[in-house]
């Protein structure tokens, strides 16, 4: 069994920015070193008879490769969103009614499940939409020497045996979803969910900067 060495707990810039679009509900662009996405929320509003839930509403997340038509990679990403999401909105505040959430990869330099996440949550507060928590999105790599790497770049993650993206909750610091890929321990595991809890602090405190920003702009 394989033994972590060392962690790189090293976040690279983040950027934000909200309200971009005029059409959606909610908009947001994040940045994470050398990787963006772009985040629009789209409700809530009428929904499908057939989709129809009783007592809540419908939350339908849809991702956008920069190339090309979206394919199984983008199909198990909208669930990790999907299931992070509804983790925290309060869907029963709108019964029979949907919500999309439309996700457009601008460009990949690694950590883009994480960055998924981080901008969806920035949408869904620029939305308005009622929200039990906030989460934010870390990707570990474990490198085949065993270090810990959060916040991978393309090339760190194509020399890692293994990668980690866990959705955090800003209330209890709660792991709220986990999508894996490669081969590790247990222990290698929980030593990167403490890491990600650990950087996640740093995520919570830009969002929290960035909606001050915002609604200081808005009341000037």
Partial sequence: MAECRSSTVNLREFGCEQNLLSRPDGSASFIQGDTSVLAAVYGPAEVKVSKEIYDRATLEVIIQPKVGLPSVKERAQEQCVRESCEASLLLSFHPRSSLTLVLQELHNDGSLLSCY????????????LPMSCLFCGVTCAIHTDGRIITDPTAAQEA?????????????????????TKGSFS???????????????????????????????????
Avoid at 119 to 126: K, R
Avoid at 162 to 167: E, I, S, W
Avoid at 189 to 216: D, G
Wanted: with cysteine; aromatic share 6%; charged share 25%.
């Fill in 117 to 128: 996440l981080n901008a969806s949550c920035m949408a869904m507060m620029d939305a308005g």
């Fill in 159 to 179: 020399e890692s045996r293994a990668l980690l993206t866990f959705a955090i909750d800003s209330k209890e610091r709660r792991v709220m979803m986990t999508s």
């Fill in 186 to 220: 247990v222990h290698e595991m929980q030593q990167c969910i403490a890491v990600s809890q650990t950087v996640s602090e740093k995520i919570f405190s830009f969002h929290r900067e960035s909606l001050k920003r915002r609604y200081s702009k808005s009341v000037l």
